[in-house]
């Protein structure tokens, strides 16, 4: 009987094992991850020696900016922000008290990492505060370069032509593109003379004319200032116009202070208005124009940039001629 009990005994141990084999063969052992990325440190360290900064960004450079990786953080000058990240191709930029940026563009991050100490040669053109959003357009091709930036205070620009002085304006460089406030187009050109202008979505237009663009390049950025006088107009400043046939001088001057005048018509008082005598001229403050009359009795009459008129009425006018400098005062 103690055979016969000791015989199952064993055949019991022996079934045990076999299940327990059979359960480890369906249990899988687990595979160490191999894919994931390799890592690297980036040590930024502020070095603008009395300015704070307020904002880090860092985004890998195929993608938009994201959030900022101080929070509520200040790194004062002389300390260092150090953040981990994938190897790979990078922008960064850091955002100082006053708004200022600094900006490292596609920067390859290996195994050894990177560090960037932030000095003020590292500051970023004065384009704003939201100088990150906006887009930088390159075109041509040159040893050197003319950066043009919409400074233009909420107005598009939608046409930039950029042609050697003396050729005439060539093909649009912006294509099917906008420029809108602080974005920048970059034309690639050769070392010479340029004449650049831009139209913005007024049709209004900004000219710089025979500009010298050295291997150091040439920035513009654009602004209401730069306007041209009433483009498409021919501007006329601190000259005398003359026109009409006759013996005796007409001559009104524009003394509106910066008021422009657009229109002037010297007719006889017992007929209709006739043509504009200034054409395609314009009577900017510092000039006149003179109209050649027959002796005998003139209405006169003069239109302001506003659409403001000035008369005056029958006015006898002999081989002496007549002049009328047109002030404020004179507003029909």
């Known amino acids: 009987m103690k055979r016969l009990a000791l015989l199952l005994s064993v055949l019991a141990i022996a079934l ?16 160490e991850d191999t894919d994931e990325a ?37 790194l004062a000058p002389g300390e260092s922000f150090t953040i981990e990240i994938e190897e ?8 100082d008290e006053d708004g200022d940026t600094y ?30 959003f906006a ?20 107005w598009d620009i939608y046409w930039v032509y950029v042609d050697p002085t003396g050729s005439p304006w060539s093909d649009d460089l912006m294509g099917s593109d906008i420029l809108y406030q602080d974005d920048q187009l970059i ?4 070392p010479g003379t340029y004449d650049i202008q831009v139209e913005d979505e007024d049709g209004d237009t900004y000219t710089l004319w025979e500009v010298e663009v050295d291997a150091a390049g040439f920035e513009w950025f654009v602004t209401l ?3 041209d006088p009433m483009s498409g107009d021919e501007i006329v400043e601190g000259v005398s116009l003359e026109t009409g046939e006759g013996i005796a001088p007409v001559t009104i001057v524009n003394d509106l202070g910066g ?24 009577l900017t403050g510092s000039s006149d124009i003179t109209v050649w009359v027959d002796p005998g009795t003139y209405d006169i009459r003069v239109q302001d940039v506003d659409d403001d008129t000035y008369t005056v009425w029958g006015i006898d006018v002999d081989e002496n001629g007549y002049e009328w400098a047109v002030t404020l005062a004179d507003m029909d």
């Open 88 to 95: 790979g191709t990078w922008d960064m930029m850091v955002e």
């Open 135 to 154: 887009q930088v357009i390159e075109t041509g091709e040159g040893s050197t370069y003319i950066a043009i930036t919409n400074d233009l205070q909420g």
């Open 259 to 282: 008021w422009d005048i657009h229109y002037v018509f010297v007719d006889p008082s017992d007929g209709p208005w006739g043509d504009d005598r200034l054409g395609a001229d314009i």
């Open 38 to 74: 390799a890592m690297a440190e980036v040590t930024i360290t502020n070095g603008l020696e009395a300015w704070d900064i307020y904002f880090i960004l860092i985004d890998p450079s195929d993608e938009m900016w994201s959030e900022d990786h101080l929070g509520a953080d200040i």
């Open 225 to 227: 200032d730069d306007m």
């Open 16 to 31: 045990f094992a076999a299940c327990g084999e059979r359960a480890d063969e369906a249990t899988p052992t687990p595979v």
């Open 103 to 132: 900006t490292l563009w596609q920067v390859e991050i290996g195994p050894e990492g990177y560090q960037w100490n932030v000095t003020l040669d590292d500051l970023d053109s004065d384009w704003g505060d939201d100088e990150y």
């Open 187 to 190: 034309v690639r050109v050769d």
